[in-house]
Nanobody
């Protein structure tokens, strides 16, 4: 059973930074993708970024390009999302998710992901 545990959320002022962590447990395949998603109140779940374990390629939503960086520590089975220059519109619950089909292609669509973490709240406000 794949389990994902997010941490690192919190309250930050506009322009500030946060680093989210996603610890992944129980994966038996070498190749997959891990994605980060967010959901603001009253809105649908939005793909933010993803990383492939096949080639290390990274993917970003246009709204976060140049501000967010996804990375992976394979020794710790942990994926990070470094978020800089945060804006109020970045506020939401952030989830990490596992995609088995990510060994073939990487998507930022939520329905391409099989297992989800419980989420961590990020609030950007002055």
């Amino acid at each position: 059973q794949v389990q994902l545990v997010e941490s690192g959320g919190g309250l930050v002022q506009p322009g500030g930074s946060l680093r989210l962590s996603c610890a992944v447990v129980g994966i038996t395949f070498d190749y997959y993708a891990i994605g980060w998603f967010r959901q603001a109140p009253g809105k649908g779940r939005e793909g933010v970024s993803a990383i492939s374990t096949v080639d290390g390629n990274t993917y970003y939503a246009d709204s976060v390009k140049g501000r967010f960086t996804i990375s992976r520590d394979s020794a710790r089975d942990t994926v990070y999302l470094q978020m800089n220059n945060l804006r109020p519109e970045d506020t939401g619950v952030y989830y990490c998710a596992y995609s088995g089909s990510g060994r073939f292609y990487v998507s930022l669509r939520p329905n391409s992901y099989d297992y989800w973490g419980q989420g961590t709240q990020v609030t950007v406000s002055s």
